[in-house]
């Protein structure tokens, strides 16, 4: 039988996160303070985040020590399996040779505990005995619920309203793992109770949910909150993913010419890829793809605008269609703290032209994340399908081209408490959307008097 | 619109929760107005560029479709101000 699953033990688990601010061709840009116009200093987020985590937001150091005790925890699940997708590749008739990395072992079922048990740990001896944070559907919630009760630290959850309601299981999970997981708006918070005397039906949002974990953090001295996406310590954190995959293809001596995740927020495509990037930053040949919805194309609009990230103070402008003629086309802007937003460090190297960004339709990955289910047997979150569309697509492309590529992704999570996405899409609930070209040029039109990106040559 | 009682109940998976939410979510998330987001992702379901203009003031439309952006980090800093406010207020005694 072949190898199918390469495996390390625990003692060959990384010891360090890598944090590519070391290496990134053009370094970050520190944020801005609103009021002041200074860089944002420590003091201006101690309010919410423990010293530790600010010195690593902040570092610029290449390797970041893993403590023993986050390592015992992660080694519940990690290191985790690098697979090789031999049923996939041969459902496919390609050449190419598809691994994955199975995050999806965790006991939350993504990769999202490899930064929550970092900074439940972090904040634990920091002396943190609370952390607060807010959740859409729950998958951070979860987590960070799960890795609060391996350190003993109280997590309270504000989870919005409508998941609230609609989607019971991660609740129940959070539950089950010791926390307190309450409907945004609450009347725990002044924010919450502000929202519910103007509107007691509401269904929450996510910009709601945020303002009350963020305000009981900075009521109570022992509280702190926790944000499982965006931030650069969570991308680094995550780096365990790609550096346990680089010593797993040490073993069988082999290496992906193509990396491949779905970026929503960045921290799991991050986490596979950045180990990557800063071997192709130091000259390795290694195409990164960068995987979102056409309905939402951030990344692969980007050339239109003047720039894809945040803390570059530069805002992402995506051509969008009009209401009509007499209808000033405009840029979208994501609203509120944009969670979904793309990473300034994933959107730094897009610039940088180290990632390459790919937007799939919804339709294909759903297609693409029933052909996994039926082939390697795992049903995979509908976020992760959009990496699973991006790795078919150069799977065949390989065999039109007859080369025998190494295709790497991220298996980021099942989707087994999302299966109403998939039963949509079996019953024909779900569309593919694209902008029209036709509303490009004339968006296109609408935002010629911005800047232009800067962005290197693919 | 004929059925807006219909259309309220319609589903869509919210890239932004993670889940799936009603219309009825969508054309209320910002403080009563639809979410910016709304085209893109109603846009194929129903003529929902028909349905703004029947609902909204083109000045309501061009404010929920173009919410003033700001960098996350600043929008983090607000909201940690504005909680401090709301703490204060909190322990305030009531009257």
Known sequence: MEVKKILLTEDEMPRQWYNIAADMPTPLQPPLHPGTGQPIGPEDLAPIFPMNLIEQEVSTERWIDIPEPVLEVLSIWRPAPLVRAYALEKALDTPAKI???????????????????AQAYFNKIAGTKRITT???AGQWGSALSFAGAM???????????????????RRLMMNTWGATCYASPSTQTEAGRKILEKDPDTPGSLGIAISEAVEAAVSDENSKYALGSVLNHVMTHQTIIGLEAQKQFEKVGDYPDIVIGCAGGGSNFAGLSFPFARDKIFGKDIKIIAVEPTSCPTMTRGPFAYDFGDTVQMTPLLPMHTLGHDFIPAPIHAGGLRYHGMAPMVSQLILDGIIEPRAVHQ??????????????????APETNHAIAAVIQEAKKAKEEGK???ILFNMSGHGLVDMAAYDAYFSGKLHDYELPEEEIERALRAIEPLPKPKVAAK | MTNEKELDKQVLRCPRLGGEVPFSYCRTLQDGM?????????ELVFDIGAYLQEHYKPAEIQKFLHPKP?????TLLDIIEQAKRNAKKAKKPPE
Request: glycine residues 6%; aromatic residues 14%; neutral net charge.
């Open chain 2, 34 to 42: 639809p979410c910016d987001r709304i085209i893109i992702c109603w």
């Open chain 1, 99 to 117: 691994y994955y990395k199975n995050e999806s072992y965790s006991p939350p079922g993504s990769h999202k505990p490899n930064t929550a048990v």
């Open chain 1, 134 to 136: 807010e959740t859409g």
């Open chain 1, 404 to 406: 025998e590529k190494v």
């Open chain 2, 70 to 74: 700001k960098d996350k980090m600043t």
């Open chain 1, 363 to 380: 339709l294909e990955t759903f297609e693409a994340g029933v052909t996994f289910a039926r082939t390697e047997g795992i049903i995979a």
């Open chain 1, 151 to 169: 350190f003993g630290i109280e997590i309270v959850v504000w989870m919005v309203k409508i998941s609230y309601q609609q989607k019971p299981y």
